[in-house]
């Protein structure tokens, strides 16, 4: 049962372009939305978080983008650079449980 | 600060074999979890612990088991390795709300 789907599982976007992640979540009771970056080798880091109070959050190139009642919310990643290249995840917390998305690999061509 | 470190980076057992997956952190947060990486299934919560002598389970806790005896140390043990715990282990820590959760670097284990 997967709580948390996130799409598409790889995205190439050119330099310059706007890359676009997609998550769909199923329990109404998480209350926190981040989304972490990955490089290879290397542990997720977090880059930018929202809760379900706020339609959009922006730092940055990076804006998060929140519909509770479709339960869904989206990474954008505006001005893409190849240093973007990685792999993202979506992920829910509801107390101290975080359920994460399957992960997005994204390369941006330069 | 050293963050969340894990030791060791790499290790390959013999189906049965046991073995403890070391985690520490030294910024003083209550939080800590360990989380299995799979390709095509994101990180999933295995075990976690809210502060010392305090644990719970995750979403794929079997063959695992976990201890919290200091605020530092979060040791993950493989009770017998089975081929299907082949993995990269993530442990995390956060501060007592538990947003933003901090990976160490990771320990790719190999089960024969």
């Known amino acids: 049962q997967q709580q948390v789907k996130q799409s598409p599982q790889s995205l190439i976007v050119q330099k310059g372009g706007i890359s676009i992640i997609n998550c769909a979540y199923e329990?109404?009771?998480?209350?926190?939305f981040p989304w972490y970056q990955q490089f290879p080798g290397k542990g997720p880091a977090l880059l930018i978080a929202i809760r379900p109070d706020v339609s959009e959050k922006k730092e940055g190139r990076f804006t998060i983008s929140f519909n509770k009642s479709a339960k869904q919310f989206s990474l954008h990643i505006m001005d893409s650079q190849p240093g973007d290249s990685a792999t993202y995840f979506c992920a829910a917390l509801r107390g101290f449980k975080t359920i994460f998305g399957a992960g997005t690999r994204l390369f941006v061509k330069a | 600060n050293a963050g969340v470190t894990q030791t060791p980076k790499f290790q390959v057992l013999k189906t049965g074999q046991s073995m403890t997956l070391q985690c520490a952190q030294d910024m003083n947060h209550e939080y800590m979890s360990w989380y299995r990486q799979d390709p095509g299934m994101g990180l999933r919560l295995i075990h976690y612990?809210?502060?010392?002598?305090?644990?719970d389970q995750g979403e794929v806790p079997n063959g695992y088991n976990v201890s919290r005896s200091t605020t530092e140390d979060f040791p993950l043990r493989l009770l017998s390795a089975a081929p299907s715990q082949t993995s990269v282990y993530f442990c995390?820590?956060?501060?007592?709300?538990?947003?933003?959760?901090?990976f160490g670097p990771g320990t790719r284990l190999t089960v024969l």
């Open positions: 995390a820590s956060s501060t007592a709300t538990g947003d933003e959760q901090f």
């Open positions: 329990n109404t009771a998480f209350d926190y």
């Open positions: 612990s809210v502060g010392a002598g305090i644990t």
